[in-house]
């Protein structure tokens, strides 16, 4: 998951293609006609942390720790889009093999057995249209539960556990806005009995349960505690 962190860093392009919402979705509601509405929706605002961190009996600074190095602490695409990582060792495993060898459009697997980081390519648009519109050709769904959704990172396979019947309610909800994205963290920190790691700022459980036992690999354990320190020397 923490690995967008870094390839955020990156200069992705806005290409035009379909949305990925699902087969049939519902009406999109009608826009706002305010920007500042706009920008409300897709960002969380301080109330939205310190109403998850009471939910969850942990200080605003841990979820905000947790939502930078995820992300960078950016949700969305600045075309409204949810921020995503495409996984292929998940589509592999969601897929039973079934798609072993297929490539997206510019000639690279979809699909894998074990995790391999030089398929990611760029962050952004490029997740969206090139990793996942190529493996929603091969299943759809097996693609949006083999991806990582939004300002936490939540996997789709998971969508389920934090309150979505479905993948495609799950993916509907991600491109909601960032409430929604929040709430899906919520709910899994709750599921996975995380809340004690946060609370105790032990970083090392934390990330080994919610980051894969590569944590590691990319410190994600140290980078949560700094990013803990200095949320925590604005409180």
């Given at each position: 998951m923490s690995l967008?962190?870094?390839?955020?860093?990156?200069?992705?392009g806005n290409e035009e293609l379909p949305n990925d919402l699902g087969p049939d979705p519902e009406p999109d509601a009608e826009p706002e006609s305010e920007e500042?509405?706009?920008?409300?929706?897709?960002?969380?605002g301080d109330d939205d942390f310190v109403r998850a961190a009471k939910a969850l009996d942990v200080s605003?600074?841990?979820?905000?720790?947790?939502?930078?190095?995820?992300?960078?602490?950016r949700g969305f695409l600045p075309d409204g889009r949810p921020q995503i990582l495409f996984e292929a060792h998940i589509f592999h495993r969601e897929t039973r093999a079934r798609f072993a060898g297929r490539l997206d459009r510019n000639g690279v697997r979809l699909s894998v057995p074990t995790w391999d980081r030089t398929l990611y390519g760029r962050a952004g648009a490029h997740q969206h249209d090139v990793r996942l519109a190529g493996a929603a050709a091969l299943d759809w769904e097996a693609a949006h539960r083999s991806a990582s959704w939004g300002l936490f990172q939540i996997?789709?396979?998971?969508?389920?556990?934090?309150?979505?019947?479905?993948?495609?309610?799950?993916?509907?909800?991600?491109?909601?806005?960032?409430?929604?994205?929040?709430?899906?963290?919520?709910?899994f920190?709750?599921?996975?009995?995380?809340?004690?790691?946060?609370?105790?700022?032990?970083?090392?459980?934390?990330?080994?349960?919610?980051?894969?036992?590569?944590?590691?690999?990319?410190?994600?354990?140290?980078?949560?505690?700094?990013?803990?320190?200095?949320?925590?020397a604005r409180a």
């Open positions: 967008l962190w870094r390839l955020l860093t990156r200069r992705a500042p509405e706009v920008a409300r929706v897709l960002q969380l605003v600074a841990a979820i905000r720790a947790v939502a930078e190095i995820e992300s960078a602490g996997m789709g396979f998971n969508h389920v556990m934090v309150g979505h019947e479905t993948i495609q309610g799950f993916v509907q909800a991600m491109h909601a806005g960032a409430g929604p994205h929040l709430d899906a963290f919520v709910r920190v709750k599921a996975r009995r995380l809340d004690g790691h946060l609370r105790n700022r032990n970083w090392t459980a934390f990330a080994r349960a919610y980051n894969g036992p590569g944590f590691a690999a990319n410190r994600y354990d140290r980078r949560l505690g700094e990013a803990y320190q200095r949320w925590s």
